[in-house]
């Protein structure tokens, strides 16, 4: 983890989170092993937390049906790696910008968390954690994109009924989360998983209860 701002810089509901981010490494999200050094295709995502009027929240948006990676999901702003990009910080806020419309003049860079590997994709990504400390107007920037963005309070995330896991014929067995028209599973989901835990907000939740993602997908669809 490699610091970028003093936990004092943060509101106290935030910072217990960043304390907790000086110690980790990639087990705390994955079991799954880094690629060899130097392989992998480079990406950043921006897990940015502020404060609205349902208290701390934490900005999610939902993939665009029609996208050839991932379509439909759910994810924190972020994305592939430019060559022009100066470092992950970098490609996590110019990203955000382009899906969401989050000004990075309003955003306190916190930590670069250890780098993750997704293998479905090959990306090698790193997570950044930030503050948002004087939050702007968010919506879908580009509909092909993304089709929708979302403020979700850490309140909602942590709240037992709100969680599940998931399973896929494939064997795939993870954390997932009920939000306001959004199933939060796969890579997102883990994350928020570590970081509920990380941050002091995590709620004892029935791991037991075990659905089917398809049809865990249709009830969101429905609902």
């Given at each position: 983890?490699t610091?970028?701002?003093d936990?004092?810089?943060?509101?106290?509901?935030?910072?217990?989170?960043?304390?907790?981010?000086?110690?980790?490494?990639?087990?705390?999200?994955?079991?799954?092993?880094?690629?060899?050094?130097?392989?992998?295709?480079?990406?950043?995502?921006?897990?940015?937390?502020?404060?609205?009027?349902?208290g701390?929240?934490?900005?999610?948006?939902?993939r665009?049906?029609?996208?050839?990676?991932?379509?439909?999901?759910?994810?924190?702003?972020?994305?592939?790696?430019?060559?022009?990009?100066?470092?992950?910080?970098?490609?996590?806020?110019?990203?955000?910008?382009?899906?969401?419309?989050?000004?990075?003049?309003?955003?306190?860079?916190?930590?670069?968390?250890?780098?993750?590997?997704?293998?479905?994709?090959?990306?090698?990504?790193t997570?950044?954690l930030?503050?948002?400390?004087?939050?702007?107007?968010?919506?879908?920037?580009?509909?092909?994109?993304?089709?929708?963005?979302?403020?979700?309070?850490?309140?909602?995330?942590?709240?037992?009924?709100?969680?599940?896991?998931?399973?896929?014929?494939?064997?795939?067995?993870?954390?997932?989360?009920?939000?306001?028209?959004?199933?939060?599973?796969?890579?997102?989901?883990?994350?928020?998983?570590?970081?509920?835990?990380?941050?002091?907000?995590?709620?004892?939740?029935?791991?037991?209860?075990?659905?089917?993602?398809?049809?865990?997908?249709r009830?969101?669809?429905?609902?």
């Amino acid at each position: 983890m490699t610091a970028l701002a003093d936990p004092g810089d943060v509101p106290e509901w935030m910072g217990g989170l960043v304390k907790a981010t000086a110690e980790i490494d990639a087990r705390t999200f994955t079991r799954i092993a880094p690629p060899p050094p130097g392989t992998g295709r480079p990406a950043a995502v921006l897990m940015l937390f502020g404060e609205g009027p349902g208290g701390p929240d934490v900005l999610l948006l939902r993939r665009a049906d029609t996208l050839g990676s991932h379509p439909g999901q759910v994810a924190f702003p972020g994305g592939a790696a430019d060559p022009t990009d100066d470092g992950p910080l970098d490609t996590a806020l110019r990203e955000a910008f382009e899906e969401t419309g989050v000004l990075r003049e309003g955003v306190r860079p916190v930590a670069l968390l250890p780098e993750l590997h997704v293998p479905v994709s090959g990306f090698v990504v790193t997570p950044v954690l930030a503050h948002w400390h004087e939050p702007s107007p968010v919506a879908p920037v580009d509909p092909a994109e993304t089709a929708a963005v979302a403020r979700v309070p850490v309140a909602h995330l942590a709240d037992p009924a709100n969680r599940f896991r998931v399973s896929h014929p494939s064997g795939y067995v993870g954390p997932a989360f009920s939000a306001p028209g959004m199933l939060v599973w796969g890579f997102t989901a883990g994350l928020l998983n570590g970081l509920l835990a990380l941050g002091g907000w995590e709620r004892p939740w029935d791991t037991a209860d075990v659905r089917d993602l398809d049809l865990a997908l249709r009830a969101t669809e429905m609902s």
